[in-house]
């Protein structure tokens, strides 16, 4: 039995799949069973930004996994305190502490807690178009009615106003509001890059009502949108900035870096079994190590912005509008997104739905500008068709 037949009698049935069975990657490239090859503009939803088998990652996770593979947080431990210090040092200045987790979501959760128990208060402002994941707390952050409408009903106190809407927000925040929680770049919303004065806008409104900022770059973190984190495009220093994705080279991992005005964090408020495990830990110093040695936000900026204007200059009908920031890039359609996924699958490159009628990219930074090319002219075909 094949892996898609034998993955199909046992899956969970959660997934929409794709008829290939990935077996390998390297870089910006995955082969499927049969051997055919892919430029992942995929990328495990953004995860793969240093590339698939990264060698300074793998080196790292072979010789971890030698020593240690898991120490809980209840003991110290020296790769754990790296990254810790790491962390702190590359996120803005205002941030001096972290939490470890598992995922985008269970930091969003964790971030969602720390803001109830910092402020004492217990309601939460988000956008419309936003995503934040899918357990309980992060799903009701997230907006599309899709996701939520299953579960209802989901955790009182949370709001949802337009996005780019600073009236909107005035109105929503109350001495109610623990926090805000926002994307620079709503990604699963369609790729929309934020306003700077909006976003400037809404961090103002938060210190002067006393409610904390979250700000959600799971999916823009390490480098994605031309900078090492979006906040610094945006000169924003937010109380609480989410992780993921990206941070540990492919391996899972979240974390929360917050600051000062986080308060009444005390041992024993939340925790994590597996969140800061050494090896996930050694992964993250490896792969954050190789994006600043490599300066990939720079290469993320320029190639994605060599992208974005080759799209636009192909001048095909089908495309109502090209955007993003950096190597995160949504192309809005006239028409659904789904047909021509499935066209770009059997021409070899891999790329994702933002929505029903935007096709995202989300390659490694380490793609060649070759091929990055090859994505282009692969996109003029199936666009064209």
Not at 327 to 345: C, D, E, F, H, T
Request: aromatic share 6%; hydrophobic share 45%; proline share 5%.
């Amino acid at each position: 039995m094949d892996s898609i037949a034998l993955e199909s009698q046992y899956t969970s049935g959660c997934y929409p799949k794709r008829e290939i069975a990935v077996v390998r990657g390297e870089g910006a490239r995955v082969w499927d069973e049969q051997g055919n090859e892919y430029i992942d503009c995929v990328a495990g939803h953004g995860v793969g930004i240093v590339g698939h088998c990264n060698p300074a990652v793998v080196a790292a996770i072979c010789e971890q996994a030698g020593t240690l593979i898991t120490c809980p947080e209840i003991f110290y431990n020296d790769i754990r305190a790296k990254l810790l210090e790491k962390l702190v040092a590359i996120t803005p200045a205002n941030l001096t502490r972290a939490y470890l987790a598992n995922s985008g979501t269970e930091a969003i959760e964790a971030a969602l807690k720390f803001a109830r128990l910092s402020t004492g208060r217990t309601g939460y402002v988000a956008t419309k178009s936003g995503f934040h994941g899918r357990t309980m707390g992060a799903l009701s952050a997230t907006w599309e009615p899709k996701y939520r409408k299953p579960y209802m009903p989901l955790i009182a106190g949370f709001s949802h106003v337009s996005y780019g809407d600073l009236e909107q927000m005035d109105a929503a925040i109350t001495d109610e509001t623990a926090s805000v929680i926002i994307e620079p770049v709503q990604g699963e919303g369609g790729v929309n890059p934020g306003d700077a004065a909006y976003l400037q806008g809404v961090q103002a409104l938060c210190r002067e009502r006393g409610a904390l900022m979250i700000l959600d770059e799971v999916q823009t973190g390490f480098g994605r949108t031309g900078s090492l984190f979006a906040c610094e495009q945006f000169g924003l220093e937010p109380d609480l900035l989410c992780l993921a994705k990206a941070i540990a080279g492919g391996l899972p991992m979240g974390a929360v870096v917050f600051s000062e005005t986080v308060q009444n964090i005390k041992p024993g408020v939340h925790g994590s079994t597996f969140g800061g495990n050494p090896l996930a830990c050694a992964a993250a110093n490896a792969a954050i190590d190789f994006i600043i040695d490599n300066d990939l936000p720079a290469e993320a900026l320029r190639k994605g912005q060599w992208l974005m204007d080759r799209v636009r200059g192909m001048d095909l009908r089908v495309v109502k509008e090209v955007r993003g920031m950096g190597l995160m890039i949504g192309i809005q359609l006239r028409k659904r997104a789904v047909p021509y996924l499935r066209a770009l699958l059997a021409e070899g490159v891999l790329a994702l739905p933002a929505g029903s009628r935007v096709v995202r990219l989300l390659p490694p930074l380490v793609i060649t500008d070759e091929e990055l090319a090859t994505v282009c002219e692969t996109l003029q075909k199936v666009l064209s068709a």
